[in-house]
């Protein structure tokens, strides 16, 4: 079945720091990829998609491109905030509403 | 606030009690997903609605549990006979059904059985 592996935390950097965190899948077809974000205290919220190969998904600072070949969507920032500390989910879309999700991998950016 | 809202956020219940939980979503969103999320964990797809009309069950959802959405609004999901297997965060989301927009979850309710 559908499967997303994602890199363990926790991953801790200093401010200003750059951020990868990888994520690779096992899929039938060809699914869509999504980057969730979990901030302390608060419910999942989308980060960023891709829907098909090669495609770039970008926000707040973050990016993510679907690698087909690779079945690779790794997620990085240049610089990170203390603000970015948060747990962080790849995920992939297996049908609709079925989002499979990695396990997460918790960040902690340090001033 | 217009965001997906669960209800309780938190329950404590003894094991072999029933549960209900509550989730309401965004009101023009016609699919309505359940997941459940343990420790350390990603969360799990459960089940999910389109309007009224439960459309797929995972194989996670044993026949203690049942979800319901009436009128195509509100969902409930009731676990009975719980066992302390069956603590974690019960995450609910919805989302239009037009193949693009996202699903927007709640903050979730976490389950303690003891």
């Known amino acids: 079945g559908d499967s997303v592996t994602q890199m363990e935390g926790p991953v801790t950097l200093s401010e200003e720091a750059f951020l990868t965190i990888n994520c690779t899948y096992t899929?039938?077809?060809?699914?869509?990829l999504f980057w969730y974000v979990q901030y302390p205290g608060e419910g999942l919220q989308l980060l960023l998609k891709?829907?098909?190969?090669?495609d770039k998904g970008s926000n707040k600072g973050f990016e993510a491109t679907y690698r087909k070949e690779t079945t690779s969507f790794h997620l990085e920032k240049g610089s990170v905030q203390v603000s970015d500390s948060a747990v962080y989910f790849c995920?992939?879309?297996?049908?609709?509403?079925?989002?499979?999700f990695g396990a997460g991998t918790q960040v902690v950016v340090t001033p | 606030d217009t965001g997906v809202s669960q209800d309780p956020r938190h329950k404590i219940t003894k094991r072999g009690q029933n549960v209900t939980f509550r989730c309401d979503p965004i009101?023009?969103?016609?699919?309505l997903y359940w997941y459940r999320q343990t420790l350390g964990q990603g969360p799990e797809f459960l089940t999910y609605?389109?309007?009224?009309?439960?459309?797929?069950k995972s194989r996670l959802l044993s026949d203690r549990f049942s979800a319901e959405r009436p009128k195509g609004s509100f969902s409930t999901l009731e676990i009975q006979r719980t066992e302390q297997g069956d603590s974690a965060m019960y995450l609910c989301?919805?989302?239009?059904?037009?193949?693009?927009?996202?699903?927007?979850f709640g903050q979730g309710t976490r389950l303690t059985v003891v």
């Open positions: 989301a919805s989302s239009l059904d037009d193949g693009i927009t996202e699903a927007f």
């Open positions: 899929a039938t077809g060809y699914p869509s």
């Open positions: 891709a829907t098909k190969a090669d």
């Open positions: 995920a992939l879309s297996g049908g609709p509403g079925k989002l499979q």
């Open positions: 009101s023009e969103h016609n699919r």
């Open positions: 609605f389109q309007n009224e009309a439960q459309l797929e």
